[in-house]
């Protein structure tokens, strides 16, 4: 889909620099890379099938990226800045044809190396609307098709969980500097404390007045006399906690409001009398007046008398409870993606999603359900209840959606539904039964498309109206995009697993057709030696096969080659095989195959397998560091007839003093108790070959 964003006219030098200003406030140039950041541009190039993928940041003489995949530098020039261009306007910015966009035609990056030719961009915008970059994808071929409206949307999407992450970073470095100027403020006061009393009170007083007058609007002070417990509050304290308006309460109402798991983060008297309760502290309480639950961040200091003992504690709260249930979600959408890396299943995939969905939201119910509109049903794989919801029950398997065909019209036409009261005078009527009859006031569904068809849906329900914030609704569209990426991942691997099914049922009739031509052309020729010696290497060289084909022809594990051809030479009780975990290329995971099939066929015919009570030791390990590391194959006969160096060289002895990449790095030693091989090979060869 082909879509252009409003670009607005170049923005005047104030702006500019209120812009510079703002991204100079995150303090983000020039740090390091983070994987949060990595996973997230990663995640954008998977998602928009793009080579490239970057976290922009537009400062005044560049633009750096604070994460990349796909592109070596870590910067370039203003000039060559294309994201300049993305964040004057509104969304995401799609440019089809660099080479041929009057914004980007003469760009070096376009008419050079690497020669980009199609760019979307999503603009990083703060909470102050002022535009730090993009978020954008390229690719070196044009797409005179854009985005599709998918891509679009999650291209936006992951721009938001860049911001959140700015923001995080901001709020942990504010926290940092909260905390030392704390330090320095107690330091301050017990150097006042060796002055007269009412010098010492005056400095303290007014050093609380000028603090509390720097802090926003919506923060409640308190002052605590710590003999007593009783407290001086602001109004503002009050609402709060949702108390009445009282010039004072005693210390145990307000923590009695306190949820139990909070309650040893917040000061007791012990702590507040020796002074070694914790100054900043988070914490979540039930408001009195509605039972609400709001986290609360508390600040404070405590003020001595000449004695150095504590006297009162003077301090802060403001609620804090959006920016807390960020950071949960957002810890959530982390501990979902390690979750969906590891998932093998749809079932896990489901389960995974809808218990994130549930626990971060604090839901009554979270489902994945796979819709056939034709049939006019819906199968509910995977579904999460709240554990400490009486009486509600899974959903889990068929359902009709009879009960619910405005939602489904909806969701087929690519709309995300958040229903704040499925009772409500403005909620679709033809879903009201349907919604009645499973216990559900509210929820938010996000559908999922398949080849641009819908095909399932993941939903969050509650049992009480409940109106969703933007927030909510943007995390269960990041759940539902990842559930979404993980699911074709699956039916990727699936596809390729089929694949290889077939490519190995073919490659198995072909050598099996091979072999039968050699037979048969060799039927007549003896002696029969060599044309048995035919027929087996034909079989270990299949063997490799199969072994690679369950790694997609990438590489093969050492131990399944051994494994492999230890079952083709027979005899399995008489050898014994250990080393560590290593991985072959293909070319030479077929060469090993044919070597240790070779040397397993001699000590058949001539070596310790020969004779009853013959053992042989299969062992490889790791030599050396770094890329030196070397990898050491031996192979050492015992209990066998006395063996001596051949007196000419046929085609297994040629094969086997070649080593394990064909080089050579084989050392042969016909010893009295038994032959003795050692194979070596430098290990990043041996995988890479």
């Known amino acids: 889909m082909k879509r252009t964003a409003s670009v607005h006219a170049a923005p005047s030098d104030a702006s500019e620099a209120a812009r510079l200003a703002a991204l100079e406030d ?351 049903t819906a199968l509910l794989q995977q579904d999460w209840v709240a554990p400490e919801a009486s009486g509600v029950g899974s959903l889990a398997g068929p359902r009709s959606l009879a009960g619910f065909a405005g939602l489904v019209a909806r969701l087929a036409a690519g709309r995300v539904e958040a229903m704040a009261d499925s009772e409500a005078a403005d909620a679709p009527a033809a879903d009201r039964a349907g919604f009645a009859a499973i216990g559900v006031r509210a929820q938010i569904t996000v559908p999922l498309r398949q080849r641009g068809e819908l095909t399932a849906a993941l939903f969050v329900q509650d049992g009480q109206p409940r109106r969703w914030s933007q927030g909510e609704v943007d995390f269960v569209r990041g759940v539902a995009d990842r559930c979404h990426a993980a699911l074709e991942r699956l039916r990727g691997q699936a596809a390729q697993a089929v694949l290889n099914q077939e490519l190995s ?34 079989q270990a060289l299949g063997a490799a096969h199969a072994v690679l084909l369950q790694q997609d022809w990438r590489a093969a594990r050492l131990g399944a080659v051994v494994d492999q051809v230890v079952g083709l030479i027979g005899q399995r009780e008489r050898f014994s095989a250990a080393g560590p975990d290593v991985s072959l290329g293909p070319r030479c995971a077929q060469g090993v195959s044919l070597l240790l099939h070779e040397l397993g066929t001699n000590a058949l015919k001539y070596g310790a397998l020969s004779a009853e009570g013959g053992r042989v030791a299969l062992g490889w390990s790791l030599r050396g560091a770094g890329a030196e590391t070397e990898l050491v194959v031996t192979w050492q006969e015992s209990g066998g007839p006395r063996v001596a160096a051949p007196g000419q060289r046929g085609f297994g002895s040629m094969l086997i003093r070649r080593g394990l990449l064909g080089e050579g790095g084989a050392r042969l030693d016909f010893l009295p108790e038994g032959l003795q091989v050692e194979l070596v090979a430098l290990l990043h060869e041996v995988e890479a070959a």
């Open 26 to 376: 995150y303090a983000v140039l020039d740090t390091p890379p983070e994987p949060a950041f990595d996973g997230i541009v990663q995640l954008a190039a998977r998602l928009c099938g793009t080579p490239i993928a970057l976290v922009s940041l537009v400062a005044e003489q560049r633009q750096w990226f604070k994460a990349r995949v796909g592109l070596e530098a870590c910067e370039t020039p203003i000039g060559q800045a294309v994201c300049a261009h993305a964040i004057r306007g509104e969304g995401v910015l799609v440019i089809p044809d660099m080479a041929v966009d009057p914004r980007t035609a003469d760009n070096p990056l376009v008419t050079e190396a690497p020669g980009m030719r199609f760019y979307a961009g999503a603009p990083l915008r703060s909470r102050t609307g002022q535009a730090l970059g993009t978020l954008c994808v390229i690719d070196l071929a044009p797409r005179p098709e854009g985005l599709t409206p998918d891509q679009e949307f999650a291209l936006a999407g992951l721009a938001g969980q860049v911001m959140a992450l700015l923001e995080l970073r901001g709020e942990a470095q504010d926290r940092g500097r909260i905390a030392v100027a704390a330090r320095r403020a107690n330091a301050a006061a017990s150097e006042r404390a060796a002055r007269s009393e009412a010098e010492r009170r005056r400095a303290l007083e007014a050093e609380t007045r000028a603090r509390i007058a720097q802090e926003a609007g919506g923060i409640g002070t308190f002052e605590m006399a710590v003999d007593s417990g009783r407290m001086q509050v602001s109004a503002e304290f009050c609402r709060l906690f949702g108390l009445p308006e009282a010039p004072g309460y005693d210390a145990a109402v307000l923590e009695g409001l306190v949820l139990p798991a909070d309650r040893g983060r917040r000061s007791n008297e012990a702590g507040r009398r020796d002074g070694s309760a914790e100054g900043n502290v988070e914490y979540r309480i039930h408001r009195a007046d509605d039972g609400a639950l709001r986290w609360l961040s508390r600040r404070a200091v405590f003020q001595r008398d000449g004695n150095g003992r504590v006297v009162a504690m003077f301090g802060t709260v403001h609620d804090i409870t959006e920016r807390k249930l960020d950071q949960i979600r957002l810890a959530a959408m982390v501990a979902l993606g390690d979750a969906l890396r590891d998932a093998g299943s749809a079932a896990a995939v489901a389960q995974a999603a809808t218990a994130t969905l549930g626990e971060a939201l604090g839901a009554l119910r979270a489902g994945y359900a796979e819709l056939d509109l034709r049939a006019g």
């Open 505 to 538: 049922h073919r490659l198995k009739n072909s050598l099996a057709m091979v072999q039968a031509i050699a037979a048969q052309t060799l039927r007549g020729v003896t002696p029969r030696a060599p044309v048995e010696a035919l027929e087996s290497r034909i």
